[in-house]
């Protein structure tokens, strides 16, 4: 009887540890999906800037300083290595592409070209998906680096050696308070 007892209680110990060290796996293998995400929207921003650039150049001639900081940005972007390098270079790339848009101001004629403001409203909206993709991300490794600190699961998770999930964090300019002056 005692035999039974205790082949019962290693199944069920080992059963818990399969379906956990399964969770694991899952959640990494989202955490990787979400990052795909992020990726796929910033090759997608990467492959628009060319023709942004283009179309403000032939309106902005004397802007040649702004055009090529853009183009660094984009480039050093595509080089990133790593999450965290990456995602440094898409906020300088962000702080670069508010300068381009601000050109439209002092370019009346660029401010009314259909071509531009289409490309515009297309990067915005490529925007808008990176910033989902980020809280999707954020929200996956959330899940998963809790799964990680919790009892039972982290003893499993330090047999199989799974590490804590860096979660991407705003850029330093964007924390900062807006200032409103009337």
């Not at 004629?109 to 409203?121: M, Y």
């Amino acid at each position: 009887m005692a035999i039974w007892i205790i082949l019962g209680i290693v199944v069920v110990v080992g059963l818990y540890w399969i379906s956990q060290y399964n969770a694991f796996v899952r959640l990494r293998n989202w955490i990787e999906e979400a990052w795909a995400q992020i990726d796929v929207q910033l090759k997608r921003r990467y492959d628009l800037i060319p023709n942004l650039v283009e179309t403000v150049k032939g309106y902005a001639k004397h802007e040649q300083e702004t055009l090529q900081k853009v183009i660094e940005a984009r480039n050093r972007l595509m080089t990133a290595h790593g999450r965290a390098e990456q995602m440094e270079a898409n906020d300088q790339l962000n702080g670069v592409l508010k300068s381009l848009f601000a050109l439209q101001e002092a370019y009346p004629d660029l401010k009314a070209h259909q071509g531009f403001n289409k490309l515009q409203e297309q990067l915005e909206g490529t925007e808008n998906k990176i910033a989902a993709a980020r809280q999707l991300y954020n929200r996956t490794v959330m899940q998963y680096n809790t799964k990680l600190e919790s009892f039972p699961s982290n003893i499993v998770a330090n047999v199989h050696g799974f590490k804590r999930a860096e979660m991407l964090q705003a850029a330093e300019e964007e924390r900062r308070a807006v200032r409103v002056e009337f």
